[in-house]
């Protein structure tokens, strides 16, 4: 067993592994090794939504399911879970082939945030749900509180003011897509008919429309 990594996932995860296996496995990128973290990554997703999603119906009882899906969404999103991450010290645990490395994977937002659902999925399968609750709501304890109202998500705002101001739909469409699979960026344009128009780039595509969306919100509503 390597003492490092399972000295790291009982600090970060506070459980000492048993199945040391499954925390080996999370960590590793599909460039280093077949056995890598892509099933317990889609393992985790759902773990880490169920958590989240009883967190929010329990903290906001008088919340509709609208509200609670935006917060829902705002918080399991890849950026976020990749913030979480970096803030572990995840990168410096990744199993990662040559080429991957070469192109930064250790700071991908999407690499990093499969393998923090990934280990939350390893987490479930070794010490099961309590533990797994246990530590999303000690990794996310300061996020969830930090809207008092539920937040917007930049697309629907985008929306929403297009509709209010009589004005087309927003519309979106990729500019550039770059680099390699395992570590793609998206540059995508939003433009509202001929009124105004923003560019972002993101780790996918729903993130660049994202962003892009914000922008052009800041440009509107500035």
């Not at 317990?40 to 997703?45: A, I, S, T």
């Amino acid at each position: 067993m390597s003492g490092d990594l399972a000295d790291w996932v009982a600090r970060s995860l506070g459980a000492v592994p048993r199945d040391f296996a499954l925390y080996e496995r999370a960590v590793t990128h599909g460039s280093q090794a077949a056995a890598n973290y892509e099933r317990l990554e889609f393992l985790g997703d759902r773990v880490l939504g169920l958590t989240i999603a009883e967190w929010l119906f329990a903290r906001f009882p008088n919340e509709a399911e609208g509200a609670l899906s935006k917060r829902l969404n705002a918080l399991v999103t890849g950026p976020v879970c990749a913030e979480i991450a970096r803030e572990l010290s995840l990168p410096a645990q990744l199993k990662l082939g040559k080429q991957a490395r070469d192109d930064g994977a250790f700071d991908s937002d999407n690499v990093l945030g499969d393998a923090l659902e990934a280990l939350i999925g390893a987490l479930y399968l070794d010490h099961g749900l309590e533990a797994a609750r246990a530590a999303v709501r000690a990794l996310w304890a300061t996020r969830i509180e930090r809207d008092i109202r539920a937040p917007q998500h930049p697309k629907s705002a985008l929306q929403e003011w297009a509709a209010a101001h009589n004005r087309r739909p927003p519309e979106y469409s990729i500019v550039e897509r770059s680099g390699p699979h395992h570590a793609p960026r998206f540059t995508v344009q939003v433009t509202i008919g001929k009124l105004a128009e923003a560019t972002a780039t993101g780790a996918s595509k729903q993130e660049a429309e994202t962003a892009a969306a914000q922008a052009l919100l800041g440009q509107l509503e500035g």
